[in-house]
């Protein structure tokens, strides 16, 4: 077997060694090793004569070679062949493992390649994109206000199943905000919970959003004085 290539074109010895196999069509689990002996032996005899490095490891490799090859000649006790362990077995182990990882590798690599083709972009504040005209002008958030009545739904629908019977008769968003203003302008100050008399979903979502639209137009104040006190609602 002719060889033109060099040491470095190699990871190391088992690198060499698969390359042999793979070139000379043998199979991995039952290798010659009288052939791939000569043919290992012969690539470090010309790199010496090409005055390459040699690494001690692949001189290493060498002799463990040489060692094989020479059990493998010695004479077998025909009875128990079946049970004497073959000398390729280790070898063969560590060119599999190391053949896996050399798969590995390469699938990792393609993935780094594949990452390189995607830009990311570190997230910013998107609070200038918000206008104003769509903040609601209170002392407690969007989400307090949600929490509080998911909890007060949840109570009233203990205690009372919830009526979803249709009805002709529906309930706007309009028609609830001019309640909540003429209870306003009677009270001055109500709890949130007070503006939802009826337990139904359609009345409770409008005057949900009833009052979500008065906050955002100034038409009440939402006010909260500490941790899960109640809510309270105050006209302007």
């Given amino acids: 077997m002719d060889i033109d290539f060099k040491i470095n074109d190699f990871e190391g010895p088992l690198d060499l ?7 000379s069509k043998m199979d991995i689990m ?34 463990e070679l040489l060692e094989i090859k020479s059990r493998m000649l010695l004479p077998r006790n025909n009875m128990n062949e079946e049970e004497e362990e073959d000398p390729r077995e280790e070898l063969v182990n560590r060119l599999l493992e190391y053949q896996a990882y050399k ?32 903040t609601i002008h209170a002392d407690v958030t969007l989400e307090d206000l949600v929490k509080a009545l998911q909890n007060y739904y949840q109570r009233k629908e203990d205690n009372k199943p919830l ?18 203003k003429k209870l306003l302008k009677a009270k001055k100050r109500v709890s949130f919970f007070e503006l939802f008399p009826v337990v139904s979903k359609e009345y409770i979502v409008a005057t949900f959003l009833a009052i979500l639209e008065m906050a955002k137009n100034r038409e009440l104040v939402i006010k909260q004085e500490d941790n899960f006190e109640d809510i309270i609602c105050e006209v302007v």
């Fill in 163 to 180: 009526n979803t019977k249709v009805t002709v008769n529906e309930i706007s968003v309009s028609s609830r905000r001019h309640d909540i």
């Fill in 30 to 63: 039952n290798i010659e090793m009288e052939e791939i002996t000569k043919q290992y032996m012969d690539f470090i005899h010309q790199s010496e004569k090409m005055n390459l490095e040699i690494s001690s490891e692949y001189l290493v490799l060498a002799s």
């Fill in 17 to 23: 060694l698969l390359h042999l196999i793979k070139e």
């Fill in 103 to 134: 798969d590995i590798t390469r699938v990792l690599q393609e993935k780094e390649l594949l990452r390189k083709d995607i830009y990311t972009k570190e997230p910013e504040n998107l609070y200038h994109y918000v206008e104003e005209d769509h």
